[in-house]
T-cell receptor, first 107, second 121 residues
């Protein structure tokens, strides 16, 4: 499974909405699509699992959606601390794949 | 509190061997797979492989199979990532991460802080 994320970089202002895309090279199960946030010098943090579900402690500004080959991470009401790299990930029962990442910059 | 604490940074020469560790606490070690993820300087995340601590069953990414070895010590609740012959291209940060099949659909809910490996002559 190949995951392609777009755009490579997204530059938005506080208060705006960000939509990050993750496209799979073939149909995948919604059950095993996850999103992570990584800030400089830190390990990744789980945001969304099972396409839609927020991980513990993740604010409701973060939401996931999609099906088949097209998945999205939406961040509403952007805040300066949302500036980070975002990765999608898929599990196909015995191995994992990550997308190449989207860099979100908050102006 | 569930924690994964990794061993410290290493500087090695090409051809040397190395084993780094991921010590877990706060949960039943044998109930959750441990995964290893590489992040080369300025690059994205790459899944390397995983181990089931209960039976030491492993899966590896084809990109890493044969170059690294993943193991555990159940008595220490610790997972390991090992190289027999390092290459300069192994320079990267390596993360261990717990795979939670129960609550988050096999996503990685807890991560170690990362171990920086520098391989240089």
């Amino acid at each position: 499974i190949v995951l392609t994320q777009s755009p490579g970089t997204l530059s938005l202002s506080p208060g705006e909405r960000a939509t990050l895309s993750c496209r799979a090279g073939q149909m995948i199960s919604r059950s095993f699509l996850a999103w992570y946030q990584q800030k400089p010098g830190q390990p990744p943090r789980l945001l969304i699992y099972g396409t839609f579900s927020r991980a513990t402690g993740i604010p409701d500004r973060f939401s996931g959606g999609g099906s088949s080959t097209d998945f999205t991470l939406t961040i509403s009401r952007l805040e300066p601390e949302d500036s980070a790299l975002y990765y999608c990930q898929y599990f196909d029962s015995s191995s994992y794949t990550f997308g190449q990442g989207t860099k979100l910059e908050i102006k | 509190e569930v924690q994964l604490v990794q061993s410290g940074a290493e500087v090695k020469k090409p051809g040397e061997s190395l084993r780094i560790s991921c010590q877990t606490s706060g949960y039943s070690f044998t109930n959750y797979w441990i995964n290893w993820v590489r992040q080369m300087p300025g690059k994205g995340l790459e899944w390397m492989g995983r181990i089931d601590p209960s039976e030491s069953y492993t899966n590896y990414s084809p990109s890493f199979h044969g170059h690294v070895s993943i193991s555990t010590d159940k008595s220490l609740s610790t997972a390991y990532l090992q190289w027999s012959r390092l290459q300069a291209s192994d320079t990267a940060i390596y993360y261990c991460a717990r795979q939670d099949w129960e609550l988050v659909d096999d996503a990685f809910d807890v991560w170690g802080q990362g171990t920086m490996i520098t391989v240089s002559s």
